[in-house]
């Protein structure tokens, strides 16, 4: 994990001036700041976002959240996170359930159509299908997953993955990863495509699987921080001032280490 720090610093750096919307150009001088910021995630993504037994409640945790909450305390503001449907999650944003959604989601053209987005905080390895165990060696490219079941997270970029790029594979498309993953435990399905390191850490809580050594390309599109259209509370400024300070100051190194010691307690 301490090699793609470097990766992300590299990666902020080129690519911190794409075009994500025009609120990231709001200086949110007409917006009061809120005295509570509410994140909305979907939290079935060790180490982004995941639930653990704390003191025994129910806690979200994980790198994204990490940010959330330095976002909030760089506001002054009270912090709350909700978990939602990961296809849900843009949605109830524009609805008010939530005032930022982070949930390891990457820049995609349809997104930034409505809602806004911060600079890039994290970039992701590539992705990675996995399977059970005694079956990855029968895939040795993309068309052999034809006439096969694969899985992936609705509304994400792996799920493009199985519908465009898998010829012939039969989309098993869902909201939890967490169902996902029980889903190829239980010989629902034959495969399923993750983000690099969500698969990793699947792989670490699962012996019965296994990755299918087919190279799915250079590191994913990094990951963002989603406003509402036009970002009417004006957050972005705020947003991407605490996206600069630990991506730069080793605080976010250190999420990424709490979050990978913490994922050994999530729940399933």
Avoid at 180 to 198: E, M, Q, Y
Avoid at 215 to 228: F, I, K, N, T
């Amino acid at each position: 994990m301490k090699k793609i720090i470097a990766l992300v610093l590299a990666m902020m750096m080129a690519l911190s001036l794409v075009a994500c919307g025009g609120g990231s150009n709001n200086d949110g001088g007409n917006a009061e700041k809120p005295a509570k910021i509410v994140m909305g995630t979907s939290a079935d993504y060790p180490p982004f976002e995941f639930h653990i037994l704390d003191n025994g409640q129910d806690k979200i945790v994980g790198i994204d959240v990490s940010l959330g909450e330095q976002v909030a305390k760089d506001m002054g503001a009270d912090f709350e996170v909700v978990h939602m449907d990961f296809d849900n999650l843009m949605t109830l944003m524009a609805q008010g359930n939530c005032d930022m959604v982070i949930a390891a989601m990457e820049y995609k053209d349809d997104r930034a159509v409505n809602a806004d987005c911060s600079d890039p905080y994290y970039a992701d390895l590539p992705p990675v299908i996995i399977t059970k165990k005694g079956n990855e060696g029968q895939y040795k490219s993309l068309d052999d997953f034809n006439g096969k079941t694969v899985g992936a997270q609705m509304a994400t970029t792996k799920a493009d993955v199985v519908t465009n790029d898998m010829n012939g594979a039969v989309p098993q498309l869902m909201s939890s990863v967490v169902d996902l993953v029980n889903n190829l435990v239980n010989d629902k399905c034959d495969a399923l495509v993750l983000d690099g390191a969500v698969a990793n850490k699947y792989l670490a809580a699962n012996p019965d699987l296994a990755a299918v050594a087919i190279d799915m390309g250079e590191a994913a599109e990094p990951y963002r921080v989603w406003v509402a259209k036009g970002d009417p509370n004006g957050l972005l400024p705020e947003i991407n001032k605490t996206i600069a300070k630990v991506t730069t100051d080793g605080t976010m190194e250190s999420w990424i280490e709490q979050a990978n010691e913490l994922s050994a307690q999530a729940l399933d």
